[in-house]
């Protein structure tokens, strides 16, 4: 089955710098990447995903690479604010496969 | 509010008993999955229910069990608890199956989760 693995575990960035997240994947035949952004004590809440047919895709401050051949994708967070601390998550899945998330990558963006 | 119900929102229990968490998705979604989150840990899939029926499973302990009923609702049962099953237990449920425009994307909406503590 699909085994996802996210680096790094645990990322510090002052105010204003960017955060870069990167996960790999194992089944070739993903197609659907996702990040989930979890706060403390509360859910986990899409982000942002992208499609096996698309190779980046932005949204504000974030965005979202993905390179098939290498299996692997990232999140980058572009001038961040304190908001922006919490854990994020990674996954993947196939059609309608549940989601494998990695372990997650807890982010401290210091004022 | 993600629209998926979760209660109870917190349980303190002992070791060997029995609890039932319970999940109610967004209305029309037809499939629900249950993830487990420990302590640091990542998102960890036990079971996956679809219309009624059981579609994949994960990392689920025999001790533990999961229907969905006729009102597309589902519970979670954990039995014969041990400390190591103190973790937040999410519902997720998705509307991959009623609308085309996702293109297939398995789009989760997460509950709030059930706390559970074993004691």
């Known amino acids: 089955g699909e085994n996802v693995e996210q680096h790094p575990s645990t990322l510090s960035v002052q105010e204003g710098d960017s955060a870069v997240i990167k996960c790999t994947y194992s089944d070739s035949a993903s197609n659907y990447f996702p990040w989930y952004k979890q706060e403390l004590g509360k859910r986990p809440q899409l982000i942002i995903d992208i499609r096996s047919n698309v190779g980046e895709k932005k949204d504000q401050r974030i965005a979202v690479t993905l390179n098939k051949t290498a299996k692997h994708f990232s999140l980058h967070i572009t001038e961040t604010q304190p908001e922006d601390s919490a854990v994020y998550f990674c996954a993947a899945s196939l059609g309608n496969t549940p989601l494998v998330f990695g372990k997650g990558t807890r982010l401290s963006v210091i004022a | 509010d993600s629209g998926v119900t979760q209660t109870p929102k917190h349980l303190i229990t002992a070791t060997g008993q029995r609890v039932t968490l319970r999940c109610s998705p967004r209305?029309?979604?037809?499939?629900v999955y249950w993830y487990q989150q420990s302590l640091d840990q990542g998102l960890q899939f036990l079971i996956q229910y679809y219309n009624g029926e059981e579609r994949a499973k994960g990392n689920i302990l025999e001790r533990f069990s999961a229907q969905q009923f006729p009102d597309l609702h589902s519970e979670l049962n954990l039995s014969s608890l041990e400390l190591g099953d103190s973790a937040l237990y999410f519902c997720?449920?998705?509307?991959?199956?009623?609308?085309?425009?996702?293109?297939?994307?398995?789009?989760?909406?997460f509950g709030a989760g059930s706390r559970l503590t074993v004691l």
């Open positions: 997720a449920s998705t509307n991959r199956d009623r609308v085309m425009g996702n293109s297939g994307a398995n789009v989760l909406t």
């Open positions: 209305s029309g979604d037809l499939s």
